[in-house]
């Protein structure tokens, strides 16, 4: 199974600051890496889906790189509604289709 | 456009076996490239995927959890059913379905709101 290490797991940051979350594949996983926002008592939302590409409807703050074993996620400005927990998951290999452990961020 | 939403029972007792329906529309899991899946969230922790059912019949599920699940689809009705067996207190979750297109590489665009279930005597 391709397991998923996201850093840190826990994050406290300002409006307005940059903010980088990082995904970690225990095997390589080409660019099938998608990521989720998901705010307390909602279902997660996709924000981006094939490593690097914006989801329809995502503001463009929001960007997501990487390929092989290493991907980020980066919010270029943080607004008060991106205060929330993201998932990376991996589509290369499954099942299983793996979750990683998620990020909360949170209001500093 | 398309959404999703589960129904099933709220509370469970150990041992029984559950039975969630994930009802559809603005899509046909009958057009090629659409998958729809399960995934559950305990309370306070990360997301677990529990299987998927693609436009061709073919079905995937967690190997961890393949023993207990079964997943099928009514396309007629648009619904599709995720059944598990002898339910403990630790599948206490909130239980998802989302639409999963080829276009998106499998990834899931649109989730239902959720059900929450509770296995407890």
């Known amino acids: 199974d391709i397991q998923l290490t996201q850093s840190p797991s826990f994050l406290s940051a300002s409006v307005g600051d940059r903010v980088t979350i990082t995904c970690r594949a225990s095997?390589?996983?080409?660019?099938?890496l998608a990521w989720y926002q998901q705010k307390p008592g909602k279902a997660p939302k996709l924000l981006i889906y094939?490593?690097?590409t914006l989801q329809s409807g995502v503001p463009s703050r929001f960007s997501g790189s990487g390929s092989g074993t290493e991907f980020t996620l980066t919010i270029s400005s943080l607004q008060p509604e991106d205060f929330a927990t993201y998932y990376c998951?991996?589509?290369?290999?499954?099942?299983?289709?793996?979750f990683g452990g998620g990020t909360k961020v949170e209001i500093k | 456009q398309i959404t999703l939403k589960e129904s099933g029972p709220t509370l469970v007792k150990p041992t029984q076996t559950l039975t969630l329906t994930c009802t559809f529309s603005?899509?046909?899991?009958?057009?090629?490239?659409?998958?729809v899946g399960w995934i559950r969230q305990p309370p306070g922790k990360a997301l677990e995927w529990l299987a998927l059912?693609?436009?061709?019949?073919?079905?995937r599920y967690s190997p961890s959890l393949k023993s207990r699940l079964t997943i099928t689809k009514d396309t007629s009705k648009n619904q599709v059913v995720l059944t598990m067996t002898n339910m403990d207190p630790v599948d206490t979750a909130t239980y998802y379905c989302?639409?999963?297109?080829?276009?998106?590489?499998?990834?899931?665009?649109?989730w239902g709101q959720g059900t929450m279930v509770t296995v407890s005597s």
């Open positions: 059912i693609y436009w061709n019949d073919d079905k």
């Open positions: 603005g899509f046909s899991l009958s057009t090629s490239g659409v998958g």
């Open positions: 095997q390589g996983i080409s660019s099938y």
């Open positions: 989302a639409h999963s297109p080829y276009t998106l590489a499998f990834a899931f665009d649109i």
């Open positions: 998951q991996q589509l290369n290999s499954y099942p299983p289709l793996t």
């Open positions: 094939a490593a690097s």
